[in-house]
């Protein structure tokens, strides 16, 4: 579909535009513009493209007519200025943009909601609006739900519908539908099937997820999920909905934080998503066998924990060639479990980062759900037939609560049982006894075993159980058995 510019003046948005003069009188510099431009006093302004440099830069201005504006200058440039300079600011919309019954609906930071046209959205007037102003606070994002336009403001959400007026908004209020609960981030705000997630947040009680759904809405994250919201300064989030497999998932970045928190709609429970970066390679010095199981060396620190993915490349022994979790044995040394006899050639053995979830923009595309990666601008296709991250292992970690049976005696944990799917691979499990302090070596578990268990677990009062897989089969476990 061919897209067209949005070049109307009386769009409240940022606009550049052409510059026919600038001229000073001591340090009041004065541009006229080409147009009659949406410029307002108190906004900020870039100037650039002027020979004489003092000009360039960024200003807070003086509006003296529908061409004209001053700023301040320093130093004596000459005057009037040379070049083929242009101007650019107006107002800073924010995340958002609504359509409804024919109109185009953007909001400001003040809070103002402007419509385009009927049924023009290249049109628009800059009388042609209303303002979000039952509660005090900016305006931080703007969206639809069901027929109503909503503002999103600091520390308030107001709600609208097209009420047909003749002369300015065709919006007016829904007066019982105002709410104290704002909005702490406009790029937290998604529609996923009809339904608006937020970061919201109350003077009284901090920051947590909202959904809303027609005019109803109530709070969908834990005390844990709010801690994180709350420790975090905002200054960077993604957000978008997707819908895969039978489940339709909030994904939320904090990039301060380094975290992507995922809440399931379906079983309205959280998650975390991340990304692994492969750190650079470091040289295998050897690999020895046992028969059940390979020790790595390498020649410098490896980096690695207990647990870990890592991937070895060069093996003679082709079977190695892959991604394994890694025992830890010291800085120098990891194993492996497997039965292949011991390789040759030039060996590397590759680590991974883990960070927050890479993906920062979603868009269903011919049948296809694509995601945006932050850095490296290609798109990615999310499906349930890959098992891999754009060729990185997914390192997958599920974390029991503390475990007591009831009682503060000691106990015996004789097994513990994976329930799942059967797949030709591998997991670990280890556990920790103090608070996840500090955690057991890590066990082996074979997860295409008739029964897939580990043994001899030990005695335990309180003990939390961690899973780790870094494969690239289609992994579905259920629960963990824990026999005594």
Not at 102 to 119: H, K, P, Q, T, W
Not at 135 to 153: C, D, L, Q, R, T
Request: hydrophobic residues 35%; contains cysteine; charged residues 15%.
């Amino acid at each position: 579909m061919p897209l067209t510019l949005i070049t109307d003046t009386d769009y409240p948005g940022k606009h550049t535009y052409n510059v026919t003069s600038i001229t000073r009188s001591g340090s009041v510099a004065t541009v006229t513009t080409a147009v009659s431009s949406a410029l307002a006093s108190g906004m900020t302004v870039t100037i650039a493209g002027a020979v004489e440099t003092e000009y360039n830069g960024n200003f807070v201005i003086t509006v003296t007519g529908a061409t004209t504006f001053t700023y301040t200058v320093t130093g004596t440039p000459a005057t009037p200025a040379t070049g083929t300079i242009t101007a650019y600011g107006g107002k800073v919309t924010v995340p958002g943009i609504v359509y409804l019954d024919g109109y185009f609906f953007v909001m400001d930071e003040d809070a103002r909601i402007y419509n385009s046209a009927l049924g023009d959205g290249s049109s628009w007037n800059a009388l042609e609006f209303i303002t979000a102003e039952k509660e005090p606070g900016s305006g931080k994002a703007i969206a639809k739900s069901a027929n109503y336009v909503i503002a999103f403001k600091s520390w308030s959400t107001e709600f609208f519908y097209d009420a047909a007026n003749a002369v300015g908004s065709p919006l007016s209020p829904v007066d019982n539908g105002f709410t104290l609960v704002g909005c702490a981030s406009g790029t937290s705000v998604t529609n996923l099937d009809g339904t608006l997630f937020w970061i919201a947040q109350t003077r009284q009680k901090g920051r947590s997820v909202y959904m809303m759904e027609a005019l109803q809405q109530g709070m969908v994250s834990t005390p844990d999920v709010d801690r994180i919201l709350n420790a975090d300064d905002l200054s960077t989030v993604y957000s978008y909905g997707i819908k895969i497999a039978g489940h339709s998932f909030y994904v939320l970045t904090l990039v301060n934080s380094n975290i992507t928190l995922v809440y399931d709609a379906a079983s309205k429970a959280w998650q975390e998503w991340s990304s692994l970066t492969p750190r650079a390679s470091v040289s295998v010095s050897s690999i020895t066998s046992n028969g059940i199981q390979a020790t790595v060396t390498t020649a410098v620190a490896h980096g690695l924990s207990d647990g870990d993915p890592v991937t070895i490349a060069g093996a003679s022994v082709s079977s190695y060639n892959t991604t394994w979790q890694a025992k830890v044995v010291s800085s120098t040394v990891f194993k492996l479990d497997t039965t292949l006899a011991a390789p040759t050639g030039t060996i590397t053995a590759v680590g991974y980062d883990e960070t927050y979830f890479k993906y920062t923009k979603y868009v269903f595309c011919s049948g296809k759900d694509l995601v945006l990666h932050e850095t490296n601008g290609n798109l990615y296709e999310i499906t349930e037939q890959a098992y891999t991250d754009a060729g990185n292992p997914i390192d997958v970690l599920a974390r029991t609560d503390k475990i007591d049976g009831g009682t503060v005696g000691n106990k015996v944990m004789n097994t513990i049982t994976v329930v799942g799917n059967k797949i030709d691979d591998t997991a670990q499990i280890r556990w920790s006894d103090d608070d996840c302090q500090t955690f057991s070596a890590v066990r082996t578990v074979d997860l295409g075993a008739k029964v897939s268990q580990v043994r001899r677990c030990g005695d335990f009062t309180r003990r939390s159980i961690e899973f780790r897989y870094a494969g690239s089969n289609p992994l579905q476990v259920a629960s963990l058995e824990l026999e005594g």
